[in-house]
């Protein structure tokens, strides 16, 4: 096998949502809102939240071992974990340690990646890099959050937002032919920027207040610099392949808020049914969105082996990325 040829191909996903669901209309009664403000100004009508004593970890294991039964696969088959999460169980050791225990796997590492709402692009991308070389064989990336931790549940302009949730893919190394026809991860584009901390950040930490703290955010500000960002970095990743928005089958982006998701698709020349949109259902769910919209596109047959899938992020610090596979 000659490494240069090497792709990170699909070989199954899998999702888990809590069992609870939290409505807008419930929301009304903690904080001073409404359904039709939130749905209007977010497009979220309702979010899963994870019981009492249910962990980040849990949630990430039940998504992870749903994508090793779509692929046929089982533990050993794994050497390569990484978890995307801004909400770990503990402050160590990895969360993805914890996943790979409770799945049984005993080869290989496992490690997390904190990227808040890019967490995925950016563990795809780390996976790809990994398989690439050759270093490892099959990994399991996954995006789980329990972001209803972190919220302060007196500040309407936040806790209306966010949802918890687990997503996981499976990449395995595969020969390809290193054109546009091969499966797998065709390009990947990450970006970073820490000027942006004070406008999405969680005002705690162990290194700072020794507390956990909880999510602040200046809502205008990030709508302001999202859609110019997201669309910057689909902008590289069509450029990097020769593609236009018209080549794509499917766009699933970060489900942060429908505006943005249809201002940043409109501005790209995307037709609305190509953009596989969940936030109505699962709110921002941050590292966890795209897995999600991933899998329940791929299991009610939207997307197919062969589509071409473009995944999109942008995330407090801010982070922000993009990949092309072709599934
Ligand atoms: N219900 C009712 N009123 C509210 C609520 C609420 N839940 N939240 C805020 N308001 C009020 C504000 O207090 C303000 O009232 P005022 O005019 O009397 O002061 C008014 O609504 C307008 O507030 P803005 O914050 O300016 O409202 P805006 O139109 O900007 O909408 C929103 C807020 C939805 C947060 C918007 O700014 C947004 O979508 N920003 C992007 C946020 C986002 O997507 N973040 C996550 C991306 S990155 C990541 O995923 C980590």
């Known amino acids: ?51 009492e004593g249910e962990t980040t970890s849990q949630l990430g294991a039940k998504a992870a071992q749903a994508a090793l039964d779509n692929a046929g696969l089982t533990a050993d088959d794994i050497d390569l974990v990484i978890c995307a999460t801004s909400t770990p169980d503990y402050t160590f050791p990895a969360t993805a340690t914890q996943i790979q225990h409770a799945l049984g796997i005993k080869q290989g590492v496992a490690f997390d990646l904190q990227a808040v709402c890019s967490g995925f692009v950016f563990a795809l991308t780390t996976a790809d890099k990994f398989l690439t ?42 020969t390809g032919t290193q054109s546009l026809k091969d499966r797998g991860v065709l390009t990947s584009h990450l970006r970073s920027d820490g000027q942006h901390r004070s406008k999405l950040f969680v005002d705690g930490g162990p290194g700072s207040t020794r507390t956990v703290g909880h999510l602040r955010m200046e809502g205008r500000e990030v709508f302001r610099f999202a859609v110019g960002m997201i669309t910057d970095v689909i902008e590289d990743a069509l450029s990097a392949l020769g593609l236009t928005a018209a080549d794509i089958d499917w766009l699933v982006p970060h489900q942060a808020n429908r505006r943005i998701i249809d201002a940043s698709a409109q501005k790209l020349g995307f037709a609305p049914e190509k953009v596989v949109v969940t936030v109505e259902r699962h709110g921002n769910t941050s590292a966890a969105s795209i897995p999600l919209a991933l899998c329940e596109a791929v299991s009610d047959g939207r997307i197919k082996k062969g589509d071409l899938v473009l995944i999109e992020s942008l995330g407090g610090g801010f982070t922000w990325g993009s990949a092309i596979i072709r599934w």
């Open 1 to 51: 096998m000659h490494l240069a040829n090497l792709r990170s191909v699909v070989r199954g996903c899998g999702a888990y949502l809590p069992e609870r669901i939290l409505t807008n209309d419930e929301l009304s009664r903690m904080v001073d809102t409404s359904d039709e403000w939130i749905a209007q100004r977010t497009g979220i009508r309702e979010r899963h939240i994870a019981a």
């Open 133 to 174: 070389s050759g270093s490892h064989k099959r990994a399991l990336v996954i995006g789980a959050e329990t972001f209803s931790r972190l919220l302060d549940w007196e500040d309407r302009g936040t806790c209306v937002l966010f949802g918890d949730g687990a997503g996981a893919v499976i990449l395995e190394a595969q």
